[in-house]
């Protein structure tokens, strides 16, 4: 019986080493795949909402279907010429921060009278921040939009399969499963479609309200680009801890290059901290609240495991990705110590009886 239990775990270990390797090697189709089931769930309280008010599906999906189109040509369009621009001035952008930089660590000095090392410290600076760097992160960026772009004719057939077969996704589930509605495949279904409606519907209304304000911000101050950081920090927010810090670093960078007053830009990096940290710390906790039941370590490996497996675009879907996880393994016995270990157990879960 020993001996049958450990061929079965072995078997498993197996069975998950070649499911990891397969998403390594299929994700130009997997990626499109995620990217396209996160946008229909975006868009699909809407569909109910217009349903709702006796608009069929048959033309509020159409409909839906283009604006989305529209706003993600818009999007890209401002991304690209962005970039580009960025491209052509990077030498000089460049060169204005880092001496920028050399300006404010010998105030430093001056004001706190504390030795440092400015030497060392520019040259650590000068040996990260290169112009071989800033190519490459722009390479990054665009490379990133070239290959969405690339796949999108694959993310477009299976957002338009995804917006017209989700009203039936749950008929369809339980017609395979060969399930009746209290049975465990379909209550796993719904647990994984009410989680990642929800989670995909509030942050991303909450990211869009961060976005906003951000761009504000920038807007006031007059940094170049302000649009462009604004999207980008809507997209960067979904990046679990780290996001808004990456976001914030642009913004402080570019204040750097624009203004000669230190103090204007440290008041602009204090105002975009104080947003962040409002919408981040205080707004985006009460409207989520605890319904994914992630614990601060899952969503660290989450971010880790799947930035791994498939990159950037794996950063922004390991929350939706590691929610998934977590409901598959809490649904099979050898596998439930880690679905428990991803989340945290229930108030008075171990309070002794009185």
């Known amino acids: ?4 239990q450990a061929i079965k775990n072995i078997l ?22 995620a990217m396209a089931l996160m946008s229909a769930l975006l868009v699909n309280p809407l569909i109910i909402y217009l349903k709702k008010r006796r608009l069929p ?15 993600m040509n818009f999007l890209i369009v401002i991304v690209v010429n962005t970039v580009n621009e960025i491209a052509i001035n990077k030498e000089f952008f460049l060169s204005r ?3 920028r930089i050399d300006i404010l660590l010998s105030s430093f000095k001056t004001s706190t009278g504390y030795n440092v090392d400015i030497t060392n410290i520019n040259q650590f600076i000068k040996s990260i921040v290169t ?3 800033v190519s490459k992160l722009l390479g990054d960026v665009a490379g990133g939009v070239s290959s969405f772009a690339g796949s999108f004719v694959i993310f477009l057939i299976y957002y338009m399969i995804f917006l017209f077969g989700m009203s039936d996704s749950r008929n369809f589930i339980s017609y395979v499963s060969g399930d009746i509605n209290d049975k465990p495949v379909l209550k796993s279904f719904d647990r994984i479609q ?10 991303s209304l909450i990211n869009l309200i961060t976005a906003l304000s951000y761009t504000i911000i920038l807007f006031c101050f007059g940094i170049k680009f302000f649009l462009f950081w604004g999207i980008l920090a809507f997209f960067l927010n979904f990046i679990p801890n780290f996001g808004s810090l990456i ?46 039941k992630l614990n601060m370590i899952a969503v660290i490996f989450g971010l880790l495991f799947w930035g791994y497996i498939w990159g950037l675009p794996g950063m922004f879907l390991s929350v939706p990705l590691i929610v998934i996880m977590k409901i598959i393994f809490e649904n099979f016995e050898n596998l439930s110590v880690f679905g428990r270990l991803m989340g945290y ?6 309070t002794e009886k009185t």
């Open 345 to 350: 157990p229930e108030k008075n879960t171990f």
């Open 247 to 292: 976001a914030t670093m642009f913004a402080v960078a570019m204040g750097l290059i624009q203004f000669d007053s230190g103090q204007t830009t440290l008041i602009m990096t204090i105002i975009v901290f104080v947003s962040n940290f409002i919408f981040g710390s205080i707004v985006e906790p009460k409207i989520m609240g605890d319904r994914l």
């Open 131 to 133: 112009t071989q760097f």
């Open 1 to 4: 019986m020993d001996n049958l």
């Open 97 to 99: 921060l880092l001496s």
């Open 12 to 33: 498993l270990f197996l069975l998950f080493v070649l499911i990891f390797f397969l998403l390594s090697q299929l994700q130009t189709l997997l990626i499109p795949l």
């Open 194 to 203: 009410s989680a990642l409606v929800h989670y995909i519907k509030y942050k």
């Open 57 to 71: 599906q048959w033309a509020s999906i159409p409909l839906l279907l283009i604006i989305s189109l529209v706003l």
